[in-house]
């Protein structure tokens, strides 16, 4: 089964400074991933996913992921955060046990961006 | 509505008592989930639906837990003689197909409170 790594429970950054949020998963033949973020108070929305092709994945509100196979990463990327991007990130990878295609998460990175 | 909604959005119970969530799937999803978020632990995967049937319960953690899905719609989680571990988020998620590359589209939450 796969598992998922983020490094980092919690991350404080200054408003326009760049970010990055750290994932690495389980090595495994063909991997499918995915960074979800969760507002306060709401539910989880996709920000990008990678399937296949290119490693860099945009997404939306100007983040980014590059997939790295050598180094089983999956890390998510944004030049000049703003205060709004303040939430919770959870990276995921599709697994396949037991007939279903789930996700398992990571246990997310809260990212804090200060004033 | 065109998300993935889940009622009550908060529930407060007492130990021992019974209690059920809903989940109502996005249109046309055949592929339903159920997630627990705990504090510090992540998401972690309950039990899956494919129409009405539940290929995968694996996640299910033990006997008071159950769930069932009709009309290959609308969801219900139950959870029997409730203890206090059992406070956490529980997350429903609703995709197209329930393949690997599908997006999982996932509703509010029910924030469950065992005294």
């Known amino acids: 089964a796969q598992s998922v790594t983020q490094l980092d429970s919690q991350v404080p950054v200054f408003e326009e400074a760049p970010v990055e949020l750290r994932c690495n998963y389980s090595?495994?033949?063909?991997?499918?991933l995915f960074w979800y973020v969760q507002y306060p108070n709401q539910g989880l929305q996709l920000l990008l996913k990678?399937?296949?092709?290119?490693?860099l994945v945009k997404g939306i509100n100007g983040f980014e992921a590059e997939f790295n196979k050598s180094q089983t990463s999956f890390h998510l990327r944004k030049p000049s955060v703003h205060i709004s991007d303040t939430a919770e990130y959870f990276c995921?990878?599709?697994?396949?046990?037991?007939?279903?295609?789930?996700?398992?998460f990571g246990t997310g990175t809260r990212l804090k961006v200060l004033a | 509505g065109a998300g993935v909604s889940q009622s009550p959005s908060n529930k407060v119970t007492e130990k021992g008592k019974d209690v059920e969530l809903r989940c109502d799937p996005i249109?046309?999803?055949?592929?339903l989930y159920w997630y627990r978020q705990s504090l510090g632990q992540g998401l972690e995967f309950l039990i899956y639906f494919q129409g009405n049937s539940a290929p995968d319960k694996s996640g299910l953690p033990s006997d008071r837990f159950s769930a069932e899905r009709t009309g290959g719609s609308v969801s219900t989680l139950t959870i029997q003689r409730t203890q206090q571990e059992d406070s956490a988020v529980y997350l429903c998620?609703?995709?197209?197909?329930?393949?690997?590359?599908?997006?999982?589209?996932f509703g509010p939450g029910t924030r469950l409170t065992v005294l």
């Open positions: 998620a609703s995709s197209l197909s329930g393949t690997s590359t599908d997006t999982q589209y």
């Open positions: 249109s046309g999803h055949t592929a």
């Open positions: 090595s495994s033949v063909s991997v499918y």
């Open positions: 990678y399937l296949s092709g290119s490693t």
């Open positions: 995921a990878v599709s697994d396949f046990t037991s007939g279903t295609y789930k996700y398992i």
